[in-house]
Structure formats: structure tokens, C-alpha cells
């Protein structure tokens, strides 16, 4: 569980607060992903970065911002979130950019809350 | 469309006694399958996966899962459940036709009682 790496683990905000989540992987992966994991409902991916570049874009809200700045880190930057925005967000990395067969390898998340 | 289904929102069973979580799936092509689980306040900790060759896949922890074409299903079982195996269990589901794309189902919670 140490390859990926999500800062901070808790995190609690307000509408009108500007925050990021941080995500490191640590497996020389070349593909990373932002996953929503709210209650009752099945993970919903978000974005997918594939050698730092965007490739999936998954109707997401303008309040949620990625970054990709290099292949190990990858960012989310929130602002002006609302409080349905409150959930559990993982960050996966995965080796080979575009394989199916690939296994993806989650951090432990980031429990965010939005007062 | 892709998609998975885990019939089952929760599954008891007692310690020592054999487990299946159940998981079905639809999609076109060659389906690859997942098997995740979650620990309270953790992320997701993959078990084992189908890709191709033999039908019985044996993965982390002692589980295994077998892939059952004609009945699209990919159950999760395990011989002697322990306590600690409690956890919520994720199916998912992508296509073989290099779509990296991760579907997933809505999870099952497991209940090992001592």
C-alpha cells in the first residue's frame, strides 16, 4: 500500500476555500487516476493522466481541477466545492498507459468534507 | 454498455466457514476482471484478476475467483473465511479492447462473525 501515497488523509473545507490533493506514486507507473468514492454509490472515475497527459476528462465539474507534472505526481485542486463534493478520493497508478489488462494500485485516500 | 453487478449489498458467514461474494458482468468483447478489497478508511488493495488461460484464479490472502464465460459471472470465494477478512469486496470489469477504463460495482460488504 506504500507505492501510492495520498496527502492529506483528512480534510475539511469550507464553499469557499481553495485546496489540493496530493498523490505520489512510487512503482515507475506511467499512468494515474482520480476515482470519487462517495457512499451507497460505485467509484466514479474522474480523470486519467497517461505519460502526463490528460486523457479522460469524465464530465467532472469545473471546481475540480487536475495536474499532472510529471509521471510520479499528479494534483487535484478544488475550489468553490459543494457539499455533495464530500467523499473519498483515491488516486491510482497503473504501469502501461492504455492496457486493459493493466492492474491499477490505489493509495489510501483522501476523506474530504465540505462544510 | 459495460457494466457489474454484486447482488449482494452485504455477506455473512462464520469463521472457518467457506465464502463467495458474487460478481456478474456485461460487456462486449473480452472481458478482463478484477477482484479488490477495502479495509475501513483505506483504499482499494487488489486481489487478483482474469485475463485469459485457466478459468480458476487464485490470488492475496488465500482467495480465489473463477470465470465462468456462459454465465458471465466471476465469483470471489475462499475455502475458510477468517475475521479478518471482513472488508467491503469491489468487482470490476474492463474491455478487451485496450480500454483502460475500470468499471466497477457497487461493493459488498463481508461479515466474518468469530
Known amino acids: 500500500e506504500t507505492g501510492v501515497t495520498q496527502t492529506p488523509r483528512h480534510l475539511v473545507m469550507g464553499m469557499t476555500n481553495k485546496k489540493s490533493l496530493k498523490c505520489e506514486q512510487h512503482?515507475?507507473?506511467?499512468?494515474m487516476y482520480w476515482y470519487k468514492q462517495s457512499a451507497k454509490k460505485p467509484l466514479e472515475l474522474m480523470f486519467v493522466?497517461?505519460?502526463?497527459?490528460?486523457?479522460e476528462n469524465n464530465s467532472v465539474p469545473s471546481r475540480f481541477s487536475p495536474e499532472c507534472p510529471n509521471s510520479s505526481h499528479l494534483f487535484l485542486h478544488l475550489h468553490t466545492l459543494q457539499p455533495e463534493d464530500s467523499a473519498l478520493y483515491l488516486c491510482?497508478?497503473?504501469?502501461?498507459?492504455?492496457?486493459?489488462?493493466?492492474?491499477?494500485?490505489f493509495g489510501p485516500g483522501t476523506r474530504l468534507t465540505v462544510l | 454498455a459495460q457494466s457489474v453487478a454484486q447482488p449482494e449489498d452485504q455477506v455473512n458467514v462464520a469463521e472457518g466457514n467457506p465464502l463467495t461474494v458474487k460478481c456478474t458482468y456485461s460487456?462486449?468483447?473480452?472481458?478482463?476482471l478484477f477482484w479488490y478489497v477495502q479495509y475501513p478508511n483505506r483504499g482499494l488493495q487488489f486481489l487478483l484478476k482474469y485475463i485469459t488461460g485457466d478459468n480458476l484464479v487464485k490470488g492475496s490472502y488465500g482467495f480465489e475467483a473463477e470465470f465462468n464465460k456462459s454465465q458471465t459471472s466471476f465469483h470471489l470465494k475462499k475455502p475458510s473465511a477468517l475475521v479478518s477478512d471482513s472488508a467491503l469486496y469491489f468487482c470490476?470489469?474492463?474491455?478487451?479492447?485496450?480500454?483502460?477504463?475500470?468499471?466497477f460495482g457497487s461493493g459488498t460488504r463481508l461479515l466474518v462473525r468469530p
Open positions: 512503482l515507475g507507473h506511467n499512468a
Open positions: 493522466y497517461s505519460l502526463e497527459e490528460r486523457v
Open positions: 460487456v462486449s468483447g473480452n472481458p478482463y
Open positions: 491510482a497508478s497503473s504501469q502501461l498507459p492504455g492496457q486493459s489488462t493493466d492492474t491499477q494500485y
Open positions: 470490476a470489469v474492463s474491455r478487451g479492447d485496450s480500454s483502460y477504463k475500470l468499471i
